[in-house]
């Protein structure tokens, strides 16, 4: 069951460990109760694929996800023919003597179709179900793929030629996310509750932190959360996310070291920095500076 009030709805996130800001708790709880797509926007690794991934936990749904990429097509997000089967059967056919129009009808049926994750969705919503769907970093696709999704979202079915109409009963649970690269056209945000997930406050990700790392001290998880923020502060080609925070601390509690020194950050800034440019911009500042 899904939770009725924005109050319980908070209890069920905090009880998955994931620790939602108020506009954001709002902004899902109308999104689940209008079944609209909820659209998250942010940078990469605040939390906005852990959302779907909490929803489905909430709910205990099954969580299908769709990772987009450049090139995406609709075959691999919605469904292709198993050719390889259909091969088979046709050889079957041949050999049991059947003729021609046996074998178009056997072969061009539902059970030779290889459903892909936009299908899955749809096929367990017709069924009575509510899924949770993540298309997730949907500005990797192309725009000629957000066109289809703008009309898939909007009535929930598809028409496939040789079967008939797939339609949802009622709508799954949908959240897209955008890391941002390129804007999402509007005609698509409209038809979602938009959310813009920022980076934590460092209070909240201390917290974060103590809840995701059990048995840190909270003065070192406070004082990695300063220093996440002075290095979000800097002039970096990519800035580390939340997800960056908690491998600094697991690798700083598996180092056993107790607090926060220039010498440990720059020995450990190749687990929260991705990129030499970044790493030698923080090393010419002085990591001194993260220390506080």
């Given at each position: 069951?899904?939770?009725a009030t924005?109050?319980?709805?908070?209890?069920?996130?905090?009880?998955?460990?994931?620790?939602?800001?108020?506009?954001?708790?709002?902004?899902?709880?109308?999104?689940?109760?209008?079944?609209?797509?909820?659209?998250?926007?942010?940078?990469?690794?605040?939390?906005?694929?852990?959302?779907?991934?909490?929803?489905?936990?909430?709910?205990?749904?099954?969580?299908?996800?769709?990772?987009?990429?450049?090139?995406?097509?609709?075959?691999?997000?919605?469904?292709?023919?198993?050719?390889?089967?259909?091969?088979?059967?046709?050889?079957?056919?041949?050999?049991?003597?059947?003729?021609?129009?046996?074998?178009?009808?056997?072969?061009?049926?539902?059970?030779?179709?290889?459903?892909?994750?936009?299908?899955?969705?749809?096929?367990?919503?017709?069924?009575?179900?509510?899924?949770?769907?993540?298309?997730?970093?949907?500005?990797?696709?192309?725009?000629?793929?957000?066109?289809?999704?703008?009309?898939?979202?909007?009535?929930?079915?598809?028409?496939?030629?040789?079967?008939?109409?797939?339609?949802?009963?009622?709508?799954?649970?949908?959240?897209?996310?955008?890391?941002?690269?390129?804007?999402?056209?509007?005609?698509?945000?409209?038809?979602?509750?938009?959310?813009?997930?920022d980076y934590?406050?460092?209070?909240?990700?201390?917290?974060?932190?103590?809840?995701?790392?059990?048995?840190?001290?909270?003065?070192?998880?406070?004082?990695?959360?300063?220093?996440?923020?002075?290095?979000?502060?800097?002039?970096?080609?990519?800035?580390?996310?939340?997800?960056?925070?908690?491998?600094?601390?697991?690798?700083?509690?598996?180092?056993?070291?107790?607090?926060?020194?220039?010498n440990l950050?720059?020995?450990?800034?190749?687990?929260?920095?991705?990129?030499?440019?970044?790493?030698?911009?923080?090393?010419?500042?002085?990591?001194?500076?993260?220390?506080?």
């Amino acid at each position: 069951m899904l939770p009725a009030t924005i109050e319980e709805l908070a209890a069920r996130l905090d009880d998955q460990d994931y620790f939602a800001a108020q506009d954001l708790t709002v902004a899902i709880h109308l999104a689940l109760q209008l079944g609209r797509p909820l659209f998250l926007e942010g940078e990469a690794g605040v939390g906005k694929t852990e959302v779907a991934k909490v929803l489905a936990g909430i709910s205990g749904e099954e969580l299908i996800r769709l990772q987009c990429y450049e090139g995406l097509d609709v075959g691999h997000a919605l469904y292709e023919w198993d050719y390889a089967r259909q091969m088979m059967e046709i050889r079957l056919l041949e050999a049991r003597g059947e003729g021609a129009t046996a074998e178009a009808r056997d072969i061009m049926s539902r059970d030779f179709l290889i459903a892909r994750p936009l299908l899955q969705a749809l096929e367990a919503a017709r069924e009575g179900r509510k899924p949770v769907l993540l298309i997730d970093e949907l500005d990797r696709a192309d725009e000629e793929f957000e066109a289809f999704l703008l009309e898939l979202l909007s009535d929930f079915q598809v028409s496939i030629p040789e079967i008939g109409t797939i339609r949802a009963e009622s709508p799954p649970i949908v959240v897209l996310t955008s890391n941002r690269t390129r804007e999402i056209h509007d005609a698509l945000k409209r038809r979602c509750i938009y959310h813009w997930i920022d980076y934590p406050t460092p209070d909240l990700e201390a917290s974060i932190v103590t809840r995701k790392v059990p048995g840190i001290e909270e003065d070192l998880a406070k004082s990695l959360a300063l220093a996440m923020e002075r290095l979000r502060d800097m002039d970096l080609f990519k800035p580390p996310g939340v997800a960056e925070t908690l491998d600094w601390a697991e690798s700083i509690k598996l180092l056993a070291a107790g607090e926060l020194t220039p010498n440990l950050i720059d020995s450990t800034l190749g687990v929260v920095l991705k990129y030499k440019d970044d790493i030698d911009a923080v090393r010419a500042s002085g990591v001194e500076a993260l220390v506080g």
